[in-house]
């Protein structure tokens, strides 16, 4: 079908930039190539041409490409109607955000992460990403994203009737 078909261009097309040399491109080419395995549920090779991208993303080190690819990849995350897929690019871009010190837009990440845990009403991971995207927030003293994180973890709370943090948290 029309997977298929576009899955073959994809291939083409990165064979091409790959012969002559072009690493971002090529780069541009897997993540486009992941995005289509996110959206078939074919998670593990997703992952894997997300780590093909950054290694060519690495060899080209645009970082212009790199930040486009990540907003790419949490753009995809909040179009996802599946929330798992929507994991799996959130998490395969929190990674790379890591790896490559875009500690502000990983910690982002993290929060949008435990925003999918809460609809889910998955609380332990939930808090968990909270927590992380808290510790990254604090560290780069980031007000704005500290706050985004604590509603967050406001609305956690209150799922989960624990008021008094709550309250905590929305002071």
Do not use: N, W
């Not at 894997?48 to 690495?58: N, S």
């Not at 010190?101 to 809460?118: C, N, P, Q, T, Y």
Request: glycine share 10%; charged share 25%.
């Amino acid at each position: 079908g029309m997977y298929a078909a576009a899955e073959e261009y994809y291939r083409h097309a990165q064979a091409i930039f790959s012969s002559i040399g072009e690493a971002t491109g090529e780069a541009g080419v897997l993540v486009g190539l992941g995005t289509l395995y996110v959206r078939q549920g074919r998670h593990d090779e997703a992952v894997e041409c997300f780590a093909q991208a950054r290694i060519a993303r690495a060899a080209a080190a645009d970082e212009s490409d790199k930040a486009m690819t990540l907003d790419t990849l949490i753009g995809l995350s909040a179009g996802l109607r599946k929330p798992e897929d929507a994991k799996v690019a959130l998490m395969a871009a929190c990674e790379f955000l890591s790896q490559t010190g875009e500690h502000s837009r990983h910690a982002d990440g993290l929060k949008l992460l435990g925003d999918i845990h809460v609809k889910e009403a998955t609380y332990f991971e939930a808090e968990e990403s909270y927590r992380h995207a808290q510790t990254i927030s604090l560290s780069l003293e980031d007000t704005p994203g500290e706050a985004r994180v604590l509603v967050g973890l406001g609305v956690l709370y209150v799922r989960q009737g624990r008021h008094e943090e709550a309250e905590e948290c929305f002071a």
